[in-house]
């Protein structure tokens, strides 16, 4: 049944406008996805959708229609809102026509193992930066993206904003640097670091057949004591007065040379 809200104060709204702190995300276990694509996007890969908002306007959309009955199957709250509670949800204005609150999930590590290509995340900050690393490893099809240590949330809202529906289909998995260290020795990957001691440019460097790009954080790179791990360490060469790119750049960068290596497997014609 599609319930009709107008009011801020009803229950469900005031659920779904908490989820902007990391706090009712970590107590409720969910998050929150913007737009008809992308909470369709999470639906048909299985991720749990807990509630379902959108506006009248929005239900004279076939699209928009069927996915609200496909929530209704999956036993979701439904609710038919006004654009002033949206607004309030979304904390802008002109906010997404849909919403969605899916259960967060993280991935084992271990279903990671016969991936060809991970991205490991050194205490990352930014949750622009993680939200565009997952869009980037979504765009060539790699296995996940491992946080290691403390690290920004990847369910916050402006992660799940950056990675435009890559949320669901990038897995992410969390683990300190010790045990997964250990882990990817055992499974067989290289592991190959960003860094300005690099000797290697990223054009010159092997990546191997399973591969492990670890970044460091935006602020100092990746740890003396990581960068020892490494099997190798690569730079990206520059031109001007700056000496680094963007965490989420030289991610890409890095990423789509290691893709280029695997022969642009999986890339569409």
């Known amino acids: 049944m599609i319930q009709d809200v107008t009011s801020p104060q009803n229950s469900l709204v005031k659920l779904a406008k908490s989820l902007d702190r990391k706090k009712a995300r970590t107590e409720s276990g969910l998050f929150l996805a913007e737009g008809a694509r992308h909470v369709g996007e999470g639906l048909d890969l299985g991720w749990e959708l807990e509630a379902l908002l959108f506006s009248a306007a929005a239900e004279a959309r076939p699209a928009v229609q069927s996915l609200a009955q496909q929530a209704l199957k999956t036993g979701a709250r439904v609710a038919r809102v006004s654009d002033r509670v949206l607004e309030a949800v979304a904390k802008r204005d002109n906010a997404q026509s849909v919403l969605g609150l899916f259960r967060q999930r993280y991935t084992p590590l271990d279903a990671l193992a016969e991936a060809p290509f991970i991205i490991a995340l050194e205490r990352i900050r930014d949750p622009g930066n993680l939200g565009t690393i997952l869009r980037t490893l979504d765009s060539v099809g790699g296995g996940g993206v491992v946080l290691l240590e403390e690290s920004c949330d990847p369910f916050s809202m402006e992660a799940v904003r950056a990675s435009m529906g ?39 460097t092997d990546f191997g057949s399973k591969t492990v790009l670890l970044m460091g954080n935006e602020q100092s790179g990746i740890p003396d004591s990581w960068a020892e791990a490494c099997d190798v360490l690569v730079r990206l060469p520059m031109a001007g007065r700056a000496d680094s790119l963007n965490l989420a750049i030289a991610t890409a960068v890095t990423t789509y040379e290691i893709w280029r290596q695997k022969g642009f497997k999986g890339a569409r014609d």
Do not use: N
């Open 166 to 204: 890559s949320i669901f289909s990038s897995p992410v998995a969390k683990s300190d640097f010790a045990g997964f260290e250990t882990w990817r020795r055992t499974q067989g990957f290289k592991m190959a670091g960003t860094s300005l001691k690099g000797s290697t440019r990223h054009t010159d």
